[in-house]
């Protein structure tokens, strides 16, 4: 896959401001599109968009395919005649910094049962059902299932009970409305050339849609339950490794069924963005299993992955791969092979720069690397230099003195209360494909600002933007740094 010469911001529609407790796919989102235009900005990088479970990770879905109910705009649900204005009022606290996800599920399924009273069907809808079908019908039965069973994992419907018609046909809609909001913000993003990158996960969430239609593609115990889950050893992030709790592969079921669930779940991915991410990427060549139960993942063992064949499957339906692959963690020799032989981009940490990997330093891109000044499991930049600078001057930390030293000189930071826009310059400046800032970085935000911890299950994915805090002089200086460094050309294609 060639890249243009371009940046983009890192923000997830979650964290847009808003005033229903959490950002979604109405005016905000197309008032970030003109921010981005106005930045000189060319793409638009988001997280996964799967409907998510408790703990709210936009990587542990319930569907492959279905779309998240709340990133639906309450707005464009009255303007489309379902609901009123007076409809809207008594939500969640208007242009929360946090959300409240709790109160948002609440509100939003209260307001789309309401809508949905109002739907009265139509072409479109026909076309889209019929269309969908393929998956929409097991996803709606799946979550008409599941409150039939009052929320009961699928391992524990009654068989005796069955799915009521209209819960079938509410979640359905549901998903209709998702898509014609996506379409329509994606129409809108076309005409001002903002490209959209998005993110696909490598795994799907146990309690799902997916697992429940096709458990003979998971490593399940004869009751249903994960006889092994995913993660990854102790790493940068983690000291017990991260523990995903998400039911692992059958890559050889997969392989007698030709692949097809990935590359369904794939093409309606790469249908919906321009740019398609493949989450942890190495899980392709080898995957760290982890026997469920474990309380960490310290015990697990790496396995080998489908590797070459299921990207020659991909290459027969999509010809030249239209992905970026994630390669970040424990890479192999064999995994950057891999990458290299099916010619994916590859990613840079410009965080990770002063660890032993000098390879995320801008000194050592190469063309076909997407560069992040940091990704949605970094700390901010301006957040990561404040606690290592602490860690420094503690005394008790030499590593964190020489990380310190290494940073000054390679930026040759002179205002270091700027450090974000060092960093920022840095990839801009590089020769990566594509640079990407997220834009906490841009506002230079501290700490409070993360939007996830690896290894810590509660509390994450919460942060959002406030209107107020993006400034003209944001944009302007953004804009002009993206213009010199000639990453203000055209979108991705």
């Not at 060639?2 to 997830?12: A, D, N």
């Not at 000189?40 to 998240?68: I, V």
């Not at 599941?146 to 005796?160: H, S």
């Not at 935000?445 to 996830?452: I, Y």
Request: charged share 25%; aromatic share 12%.
């Amino acid at each position: 896959m060639k890249l243009t010469r371009s940046s983009g911001i890192l923000l997830h529609i979650t964290s847009l401001p808003g005033g229903y407790g959490i950002g979604d796919m109405g005016p905000a989102s197309r008032w970030f599109a003109d921010a981005l235009v106005e930045a000189k900005q060319r793409l638009w990088c988001m997280l996964p968009l799967g409907t998510t479970g408790k703990e709210n990770s936009p990587y542990q879905s319930r569907s492959a395919f279905a779309g998240n109910p709340l990133l639906i705009s309450p707005e464009e649900l009255v303007s489309e005649g379902y609901l009123r204005g007076r409809d809207l009022r008594g939500g969640p606290a208007r242009d929360t910094s946090q959300v409240d996800f709790p109160a948002v599920r609440r509100f939003k399924e209260d307001l789309l049962r309401k809508a949905h009273r109002e739907f009265s069907g139509g072409a479109a809808y026909r076309l889209f059902e019929e269309k969908q079908a393929w998956w929409l019908e097991k996803f709606a039965e799946f979550m008409a299932l599941r409150e039939a069973n009052r929320g009961a994992k699928w391992m524990r419907f009654d068989p005796r009970i069955k799915a009521k018609a209209e819960a079938v046909r509410y979640h359905k809609f549901v998903q209709f409305e998702f898509f014609r909001q996506w379409s329509a913000l994606r129409d809108y993003c076309d005409k001002r050339e903002i490209s959209l990158m998005g993110d696909m996960p490598f795994y799907i969430e146990h309690n799902s849609a997916d697992v429940w239609s096709h458990p003979e593609f998971f490593d399940l115990e004869r009751n249903g339950r994960p006889r092994t889950v995913g993660g990854v050893p102790p790493d940068y992030f983690a000291k017990d490794g991260q523990l995903w709790g998400t039911p692992t592969y059958r890559w050889d079921t997969l392989e007698d069924a030709g692949y097809r669930w990935w590359v369904d779940r794939l093409r309606m991915a790469n249908s919906m963005t321009d740019v398609l991410r493949l989450d942890h990427f190495r899980g392709f060549e080898a995957y760290w299993s982890v026997p469920a139960g474990h309380p960490t993942a310290r015990r697990g063992q790496w396995v080998k992955g489908p590797g070459a064949k299921f990207f020659r499957t991909l290459r027969k339906h999509f010809g030249e791969l239209p992905f970026v692959a994630e390669n970040l963690g424990i890479v192999t020799p064999a995994v950057e092979e891999l990458r290299h032989e099916f010619a994916m981009p590859g990613m840079a940490v410009l965080q990770f720069g002063f660890d032993d990997d000098n390879t995320h330093r801008p000194s050592n891109y190469h063309a076909d690397v997407v560069a992040f000044t940091g990704t949605h499991d970094n700390d901010t930049t301006n957040g990561w230099w404040q606690e290592l600078r602490q860690a420094a001057r503690s005394g008790r930390n030499r590593g964190a003195r020489q990380k310190v030293e290494a940073v000054r000189a390679f930026l040759q930071l002179r205002d270091e209360r700027e450090v974000e826009w060092s960093f920022l310059q840095a990839v801009q400046a590089s020769v990566a494909s594509l640079a990407i800032v997220p834009m906490q970085d841009v506002l230079g935000l501290g700490s409070e600002a993360r939007m996830n911890r690896p290894g810590r299950a509660k509390g994450n994915w919460r942060w959002r933007l406030q209107k107020k805090q993006v400034q003209e002089r944001h944009l302007h200086r953004l804009a002009e740094l993206t213009e010199v460094t000639g990453r203000a050309g055209k979108a991705q294609s």
